[in-house]
């Protein structure tokens, strides 16, 4: 029988795994990455870049992290080595066709509006097709090619790309400015030494105080000292963290295993669950003060008014959590990095405006780390207004998907990465699997209103949990209540522990889903 082809768009994390399970069920599938590596996000990063997850948590389930790798929170280096190994290990790269950017994708075939249901997918593919256009651009003259696919797997990544870049008014814009303005993107794009030397001996600006924001600051500050300190410019405070493990007690037990997810509200749950979770509140509020205190006493927050409003664990289920990197304060108190909290800023002349107009800045460069539009990257690469809508009806949507995978009313095609989790690695690799078992007919989906049903009970526990931030479409709080999921979808048993108690005190990690 002819091998159906499926097209994958990214030779990221998500693009790798979605790659070795659909050879493992016998498509065919091919994958276009618009760079020359494999690796996403970790090939093009700051120098100073560390996993933020503990590796244990942050690792594929049949491919173990090397023994030489001793740190627990990996250089960007490593991580990459490690994605590498992984594509050798299950002969990966010969399927990935690199410097292939992919411009649009065309469905052709019959309208979603008459669709019923999706499990026309079970054991078959139905008759549609996609057309990908690709322009590749190994040779000196590029090229663009039509391919077909059965099935297509977008796997292009939500902090790549198309940069988030503020509003200004006329006479605040980027152009007023006389130094230079780049995005975190293309200073993390940037080789090592050209990076320095970009900010050697400049007085430099960062805009926006989460991962990348941090890093940048940090090699700012190491190449200038005190003579030119780097400005951080941030609106709100967030929990950072000096250490995992707040008192002496590793997170994952606090916030990574089943009785922690008993105290959170979740989507679709019955009346028992929804009372528990009620009654726990006040154990998951002490949790949240317990962290909160190691934090205080190991950060001096409150010496630079730099206390959340929001608890610990509101962050922790928006996906807002960062590490602090060692000697920050220290930078902090010796002059060679400057805090300014913000509600906004502009630029004049010689460098930016901040608290409302009322205090200068002098810079000669600011980079903005102020995050991506990956909602809006997503959309443009489909042809069709429709399903553009679908993807996000507005600017303020998050991505609609089932199960955190496929849009019903987007056939032939699954969307890998778009939500975030405490390992964003394991995450995508689970939904693969299950997006795979999927296409090779291992079960069958409800109808698209169910599907739709379902989609509407996460978009409103997105929101009571995350509030603003809910378009990030964090599941960190519910990481597991989602892998059992999948797994009952898949005919698994969800419990994969030994023993009562260990199933629900004893964190779940990507070892645990090794084997169905």
Known sequence: MEKKQVVIIGAGISGLVACKYCLSKGFDPIVFESDGDIGGVWAKTIRTTKLQTFKGMYQFSDFPWPSSVIDDYPTQDQVL?????????FDLTKHIRFHSVVKEIDFHGESSHMWSHWNGINGTFPQGKWKVTVETSQSQTPSTKVYEADFVILCVGRFKDVPNIPSFTHDTS??????????????????????????????????????Q??????????????????????????????????????????????????????????????????????????????VETHIKKNLPLAQFNMVPERSFSNDMRSCLLAAMPEDFFNR?????????????????KDGIVVDGGNKRIQTDIVILATGFKGIQKLKNIFTSQDFCHFIAVSPDSRVSLYRECIQPRIPQLAIIGFSESFSNLFTSEIRCRWVVELLDGGFKLPSIEEMEKDISNWDD?????????????????????????????????PRRKKGFWADLFQPYGPMDYANP
């Open 81 to 89: 080595s490690y994605l590498r190994s992984y594509a050798t290990q």
């Open 461 to 493: 526990y997105m929101k009571k949990s995350s509030g603003e931030y809910y378009q990030r479409s964090c599941i960190t709080a519910l990481d597991i209540w989602y892998n059992d999921q999948l797994c009952k979808d898949m005919g698994w048993n």
């Open 174 to 211: 980027p152009e007023v400015f006389q130094g230079k303005v780049i995005h975190s993107m293309d200073y993390s794009a940037m080789d090592h030494e050209r990076a320095k030397q970009f900010v050697k001996g400049k007085r430099v600006v960062v805009v926006g105080f989460q991962k």
């Open 332 to 348: 902090v108190e010796t002059g060679r990095i400057h805090l300014q909290k913000s509600p906004g800023f502009g630029f004049y």
């Open 213 to 290: 924001g941090l890093d940048i600051a940090m090699e700012c500050s190491s190449e200038n000292g005190p003579e030119n300190p780097c400005t951080i410019v941030y609106r709100k405070d967030r929990w950072k963290m000096s250490d995992f493990s707040p008192w002496g007690i590793p997170l994952q037990y606090l916030y990574l295993n089943r009785f922690s997810e008993l105290m959170v509200h979740k989507p679709g749950e019955g009346f028992l669950l929804g009372m528990l979770a009620t009654l726990l509140s006040p154990l998951r509020w002490g949790i949240s003060k317990l």
